[in-house]
Nanobody, 123 residues
Framework: QVQLVESGGGLVQAGGSLRLSCEAS????????MGWFRQAPGKEREFVIV????????YYADSVKGRFTISRDNAKNTVYLQMNSLKPEDTAVYYC????????????????WGQGTQVTVSS
């Protein structure tokens, strides 16, 4: 069992930056690929970015490539999402998720989810 808690969301102007954190409980954090998803009002939850167990092989959605980066610190049971050059269309609730399988963009394959943190980008 893994519990995930996101933090770091907030209100930022377009062009600004935010850093989200997701801290996991339990000792098996390094066994999970970790992903970030987001959900805007009235839209489905969509894939943003994923990182492998070891911290390599990140994969990005085209919409965030070049602006967002993901990293993890297995010693701290934490994964980070650095968001730069934010746009109003990045406004959403951001969720981190843990996957025992290989890194994937498929939402349904993730085993555990956090409660989400709101990111609002004003124009």
């Amino acid at each position: 069992q893994v519990q995930l808690v996101e933090s770091g969301g907030g209100l930022v102007q377009a062009g600004g930056s935010l850093r989200l954190s997701c801290e996991a409980s339990g000792r098996a954090f390094s066994s999970y690929a970790m992903g970030w998803f987001r959900q805007a009002p009235g839209k489905e939850r969509e894939f943003v970015i994923v990182i492998s167990r070891s911290g390599g092989t990140p994969y990005y959605a085209d919409s965030v490539k070049g602006r967002f980066t993901i990293s993890r610190d297995n010693a701290k049971n934490t994964v980070y999402l650095q968001m730069n050059s934010l746009k109003p269309e990045d406004t959403a609730v951001y969720y981190c998720a843990a996957d025992l399988g290989p890194p994937t963009i498929i939402r349904e394959r993730y085993d555990y989810w956090g409660q989400g943190t709101q990111v609002t980008v004003s124009s």
